[in-house]
């Protein structure tokens, strides 16, 4: 409201606010609109790309503790394992030593009738030791006798077939080299090299049979064993091998017995034993790491 007085307007507001001046409107036209982004180019990606590539990394990772080439004698074994000897086969039944991988898989390499009957001991043997009775897996050598020995082994015990794996080369009966086809009493020239040393081979041949000493053999064993120990942890695990010199000297490095010694825990067909490396008897050891043998095979 106004009022006048001499010609002189008042205003009835204080004068603070009647001098007060008024605010500009403000209009969608009087913002700026924002400013737009720098246009990006190579240089600036790559410079960006720089940055990230070479910024601080966090720590690494430290890698799994992966089991590898198991180490002779083990300081522990992850399964526990029962070592067996197939049955007698055919050319052992007829006195003659077969060790060519050639007939490995061949009817004729398989079991007689006698090694039939040795083989169902030792499934019984095995059932009686409660080797399978939470299950087991069978590793026999895919020769024709081991395979069998394998066969029974599982029906026995009632293991299903597909816990038999079979093993290609690791298992093959040690090759013995000229001696093949010869009677299995030669065999004694054979165990006089192994312990005058474990690195004598067999006369070779030329018939395709392996000529393999010891040492030989101790590679493929613990190749298998190695495989074993990585593959399965805590479970029972039945090796069946088609001769003794793969079990004997698969024994010998799993409770650090001297290699040349090997023959000292022979198996005869048909045999089972159980690997626990704290009952193992403690052999007689040469008196000196170098074990001479001056009139081979007649050796003190």
């Not at 008042?10 to 700026?32: L, V």
């Not at 040795?118 to 024709?144: D, F, H, K, Y």
């Not at 064993?225 to 593959?231: A, C, G, P, V």
């Amino acid at each position: 409201m106004f009022s006048s007085l001499s010609g002189i307007r008042f205003s009835d507001q204080p004068e603070s606010i009647a001098a007060k001046p008024k605010m500009p409107a403000i209009t969608r036209a009087s913002i700026s609109p924002p400013l737009p982004p720098p246009p990006l180019n190579r240089r600036h990606l790559l410079l960006t790309g720089l940055t990230v590539s070479f910024s601080p990394l966090p720590l690494p990772i430290p890698p799994a503790g992966a089991r590898g080439l198991l180490r002779m004698p083990p300081p522990r074994l992850s399964n526990r394992y029962f070592l067996v000897r197939a049955g007698e086969s055919e050319y052992e039944s007829l006195g003659i030593i077969n060790t060519n991988p050639v007939a490995k898989t061949s009817v004729d390499s398989g079991l007689s009738e006698k090694g039939k009957k040795q083989t169902v001991r030792a499934a019984l043997e095995l059932q009686g030791m409660e080797a399978c009775e939470r299950n087991c897996w069978i590793w026999p050598s895919i020769t024709q006798r081991a395979y069998q020995a394998a066969e029974i082994i599982a029906s026995v015990n009632g293991v299903s077939r597909s816990y038999i794996v079979p093993e290609y080369s690791f298992l093959d009966a040690r090759g013995l080299g000229a001696f093949e086809g010869k009677k299995l009493e030669a065999v004694s020239e054979v165990y006089a090299s192994d312990s005058i040393s474990p690195t004598i081979k067999p006369p070779p041949t030329d018939d395709g049979t392996p000529n393999e000493s010891v040492s030989d053999v101790f590679v493929r064993v613990t190749q298998l064993m190695s495989i074993l120990e990585t593959q399965y942890s805590e479970d029972t695990i039945v090796i069946v091998s088609p001769d003794s010199d793969n079990l004997t000297i698969l024994q010998a490095g799993l409770v650090g017995l001297d290699l040349r010694r090997h023959n000292d825990l022979s198996f005869a067909p048909g045999e089972v034993r159980f690997v626990d490396t704290s009952s193992i008897p403690t052999y007689k050891q040469p008196a000196s790491a170098v074990y001479k043998c001056f009139n081979p095979p007649n050796c003190n």
